[in-house]
């Protein structure tokens, strides 16, 4: 069997007014991501790698070229209907953890868990499983300021992966972390895509991280330089809708 594609992007390019000029950020990007695959996106500061994935998780229209994510065609949809995309099968993990200063752990979880319609009991037991995963159940109830760095990107994390995500993009998961914290993010997002089948686009400039990774792309200057499989092709073959039933 061969894995059917997450993510699917064909020519995609993308520009940005610098002053009076149009510089090309993406300059023509294809681009297939895979269900149980960790796929790096590494490469120089300004080469387009958020860019790129904002266009791959439906956050930044490309001005060329197209996105099909799990069979869908992104770009021909509406905003509204994007949102739903996203809230249904995307997680997301930044830099910056992205937390809300005045919500404990478990809200920060359960918050979410609530948008996509599940009740409150239900939202809670789910984010209490969630950050269980990660390790963080002894913290459920402290807030972001009471939480390291390694934490707080763990509570993203069980908020991004509560709702069981088919695609996960993350953008420099590490950069603000410690080695030791670094890797246990790596692990995770590792399992995402190992345990279920999730599609896992992570940025990063960490070399520690390749360890993790199925695959790396690198990125220069707008273009894909290389492109090499580490781990064997996944036989994993998973129908993008499998782990929401029941939820
Ligand atoms: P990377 O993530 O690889 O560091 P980015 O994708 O963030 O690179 O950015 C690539 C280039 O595009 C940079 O030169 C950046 O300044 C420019 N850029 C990114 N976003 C915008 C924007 N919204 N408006 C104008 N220029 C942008
Ligand atoms: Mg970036």
């Known amino acids: 069997m061969t ?8 020519g995609l390019v993308k520009r940005f007014k610098a002053g009076r000029a149009q510089v090309a950020v993406l300059k023509g990007v294809d681009f297939e ?28 229209k490309p001005d060329a070229g197209q996105v099909t994510a799990l069979g869908q065609n992104l770009w021909s949809r509406s905003a509204e209907e994007l949102d739903r ?4 099968h995307c997680g997301f993990i930044f830099q910056g953890f992205n937390l809300f200063p005045a919500l404990t752990a478990l809200e920060q979880v359960a918050v979410i868990l609530r948008h996509t319609g599940l ?30 760095g390694g934490e707080k990107q763990r509570v993203a994390i069980a908020r991004a992966m509560a709702k069981a995500p088919d695609l996960v993009f993350a953008d420099e998961p590490t950069s ?27 940025v990063t400039h960490d070399p520690r991280l390749e360890d993790y990774a199925d695959r790396i792309i690198r990125l220069e200057d707008g273009r894909i330089r290389e492109d090499r499989r580490i781990g064997p092709a996944p036989v994993l073959v998973r129908h993008p809708r499998a782990a929401r039933s029941g939820a």
Not at 3 to 10: K, M, N, Q, R, S
Not at 48 to 58: D, E, H, I, R, Y
Not at 121 to 145: F, I, K, N, S, Y
Not at 176 to 201: F, I, N, P, T
Request: charge should be positive.
């Open 3 to 10: 894995a059917v594609p997450a993510i699917v992007a064909t």
């Open 33 to 60: 991501a895979r269900h149980g695959d960790v796929t790096m996106v590494m490469g120089p500061s300004g080469s387009g790698k958020s860019t790129l994935v904002a266009a791959l998780s439906g956050l930044l």
């Open 85 to 88: 995309f996203r809230l249904a």
């Open 119 to 148: 009740s409150a009991r239900d939202a809670r037991a789910r984010a209490e499983a969630a950050l269980d995963d990660v390790g963080l159940t002894p913290r459920l109830h402290q807030r972001p300021a009471e939480l390291s």
């Open 176 to 202: 603000a972390l410690d080695g030791e914290s670094g890797q246990v993010v790596a692990y995770l997002l590792q399992r995402a895509a190992k345990d279920r089948g999730a599609a896992v686009v992570c």
